[in-house]
């Protein structure tokens, strides 16, 4: 790495994050990167591994799956690749591999943001490199998983994806706990970079233990014609986290859709918001959240939209239910526009189920509760626009199996 | 021993944000029969429906409901259902991500011990053919977007896959074509047991129309015109609508006495 920015990374050490509870990075422990055996496929791991991975829509099977990769908290265990249209590696091979990767590190996250990305760039190496090729168009997604087996372990990853131009990806990504541990620290560093004509496809389920602390840090640059689509869906208990992807839309008809789906359990912190510089030409970003609080559960979400040049168009939407006295919902909508044309505009309602909602269903025989929690579900499954009809379909049903629960 | 018929309201006041809506209502329905509720806007028939499922705004505060034997004043909406009540809205609201297929297919479940499943059982799917629904239309929001007629006919389509003993249907006919009346007509019929003979018929209802057109279709044994909360008239239903078209509800009311 350049010596500059290893020097940034020290300054930043100590650096609180703008946003979410300060984590103590010292309470958890840094893993080596050789420390987990590699395997060939994921079918080779132990079965109450595979079930974790079913649960956040990696399938151990790799079935309809253009490749696989999984770290198990810092060490690559399984990266394997069957399409011809993508490259998939850990990314300290992608670095030694290719000698220009390292021109993309940092680029689309600044390493200096906080602790966590200065922590991500001066510990051990870890995180995935994935290409896809110009021209290419795989329609099976790259499933990749972020796995921390043991107790206080602090997992840190550095992912770099490009679509080369007039390429098409779809990434899926889950993020799960060991059964057996409660506490534990994720920091994933993703830098996302769109060719002209590319469009990214991200969908991530978050299914983390009761204790653990995460801190995405993502970042997307986005250049002439391209779309990146980014679906977030988190409803297990965590203990906090913190998350803020921001999207630069430089290219001209640059486009940007977050979507979230985030359920509050528990004593649960969720701190996601996302954000979109739109400075491009006629670029836009849409943003679609909806959240669930229950328990003593705390909801974040934010949306920050920055209109920077003419006919550039944003729209914010958040729509929380909150389901008891001891949760809440806050949502933080920005917009700002600073060049003329361009139109921005936001919606957000939070409040509570709607009582006739409920009466319909229990008119219907339905109980009190039943009707809830259909209402609650519908609420939650939102179509997912912009996947090819597999992988809707795919995760149609990833966000059925999250939202079971809710 | 006293024989009791299917439903007994007696004495029923009902209020809605504490203004009293409904007072004196007396209301006997026994098997087999169908009632026709007239009344104009505003004068408290939807309110007696909604008394009647137990929605918690539409207080009782006088009287009582005996369903089926059973006083049902004080349950919970969905013990009144599940005891065999079933209801047709005049306005049902729109669910966001709660499927048409997904409410028929609970609704026939609950009739029998089926478990609910994830696909819609042959007979429902036969059920929405007759009611002119694709597969795709049931798969939308439940209300979301449905045009007037097509509220109305999910609405029976949904108390078909119910099965209820006694059926309250709220205008089921306000704002649907004439073909589409005849045949939501046929369908209520079916609901109402009206292809067996008077003394045979297991279920009963109670309808709720302003144009009365419907009745061309549905036979009913007796109207009821409410007027300010009351029920001011009770009749046969053509001699009773033919009034009404003639004088208006004031002149129908006048001339109660001598139906
Ligand atoms: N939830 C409510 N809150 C306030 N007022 C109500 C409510 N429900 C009914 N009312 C009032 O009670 C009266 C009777 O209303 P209701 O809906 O029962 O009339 P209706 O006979 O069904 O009329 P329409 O023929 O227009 O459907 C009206 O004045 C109405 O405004
Ligand atoms: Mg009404």
């Known amino acids: ?406 | 021993m006293v024989v009791r018929l299917l439903l007994e309201i007696t004495d029923l006041a009902v209020e809605v944000n504490g203004k009293e809506i409904l007072k004196d209502i007396d209301l006997y329905i026994d098997k087999g029969e169908t009632h026709v509720l007239l009344g104009p806007n505003g004068s408290g028939k939807s309110t007696l429906f909604m008394a009647m499922l137990g929605f918690p705004k539409y207080r009782v505060i006088r009287g009582e409901i005996i369903f089926k034997e059973e006083d049902i004043t004080n349950m919970t909406t969905t013990e009144r259902v599940e005891l065999g009540l079933g209801v047709s809205f005049q306005n049902p609201p729109a669910i966001r991500g709660v499927k048409l297929k997904d409410l028929l297919n609970i609704e026939s479940s609950k009739k029998g011990s089926k478990p609910a499943s994830e696909e819609l059982d042959p007979e429902t799917i036969a059920l929405a053919e007759k009611l002119n629904f694709s597969d795709q239309f049931l798969e939308r929001d439940v209300n979301l977007g449905f045009s007037g007629g097509e509220v109305k006919r999910s609405e029976i389509l949904q108390l078909l896959a119910q099965e209820p003993d006694f059926i309250m249907f709220d205008e089921p006919d306000s704002g649907v074509d004439i073909e589409n009346v005849e045949l939501l007509a046929e369908e209520i019929n079916v609901l109402l047991d009206k292809d067996k003979k008077p003394g045979l018929r297991e279920k009963s209802g109670l309808l709720i129309t302003h144009l009365g057109y419907i009745l061309n279709f549905v036979g009913a044994n007796t109207a009821h015109v409410l007027m300010d909360g009351r029920i001011a008239c009770s009749g046969d239903p053509n001699e009773i609508l033919e009034d009404i078209r003639k004088e208006g509800f004031k002149g129908c009311v006048e001339c109660c006495g001598i139906h």
């Open chain 1, 1 to 406: 790495m350049l010596r500059n920015t290893l020097e940034r990374a020290e300054k930043a050490k100590k650096k609180k994050a703008a946003l979410g509870e300060d984590v103590d990075i010292e309470k958890f422990e840094g893993e080596e990167a050789g420390e987990h055996e590699e395997i060939e496929s994921l079918k080779e791991l132990p079965d109450k591994y595979q079930k974790s991975l079913l649960k956040v829509g990696v399938d151990p099977s790799e079935a309809g799956r253009a490749g696989s990769f999984l770290q198990v908290d810092q060490s690559k265990v399984c990266s394997n690749c069957q399409s011809e249209a993508i490259e998939l590696m850990g990314l300290p091979q992608a670095l030694e591999k290719y000698d220009w990767v390292k021109d993309y590190m940092w680029n689309a996250v600044p390493v200096d943001t906080d602790k966590y990305t200065a922590k991500t760039a001066l510990g051990e190496p870890g995180g995935y490199f994935i290409r896809s090729l110009p021209g290419t168009k795989e329609v099976f997604p790259i499933q990749a998983c972020m796995f921390i087996s043991d107790e206080k372990v602090a997992q840190t990853a550095h992912n770099i994806i490009i679509a080369e131009e007039n390429s098409e990806l779809h990434i899926i990504t889950g993020c799960s706990t060991g059964s057996d541990v409660q506490s534990a620290m994720h920091v994933g560093v993703s830098e996302f970079y769109l060719k002209k004509g590319a469009k990214i496809t991200f969908t991530m389920v978050h299914n983390w233990a009761e204790q653990v602390e995460v801190r995405p840090r993502t970042g997307v640059i986005l250049d002439d014609d391209t779309t990146y689509i980014s679906n977030y869906i988190l409803t297990s208990p965590v203990n906090t986290i913190q998350t803020y992807p921001t999207a630069y839309c430089q290219g001209e008809n640059s486009k940007v859709v977050f979507q979230s789906i985030l359920g509050g359990q528990k004593d649960s912190v969720l701190d996601a918001g996302s954000r979109a510089i739109l400075t491009g030409k006629n670029s836009s970003a849409e943003m679609i959240t909806r959240a669930v609080s229950k328990d003593e559960s705390q909801i974040y979400t934010r949306g920050h939209l920055a209109g920077k040049s003419p006919d550039v168009r944003g729209h914010l939407e958040c729509m929380g239910l909150v389901l008891s006295d001891d949760s809440l919902i806050y949502s933080v909508p920005e917009l700002e526009g600073s060049s003329t044309d361009l139109e921005l505009s936001h919606e957000a309602a939070v409040g509570k189920i709607a009582e006739e909602e409920v009466l319909y269903l229990m008119s219907r025989g339905l109980t009190e509760d039943e009707a809830a929690s259909m209402i609650v579900k519908g609420f939650l499954s939102m179509d997912i626009a912009g996947l090819p009809p597999e992988l809707a379909a795919e995760t149609k049903r990833m966000i059925d199996l999250s939202i079971q629960g809710m």
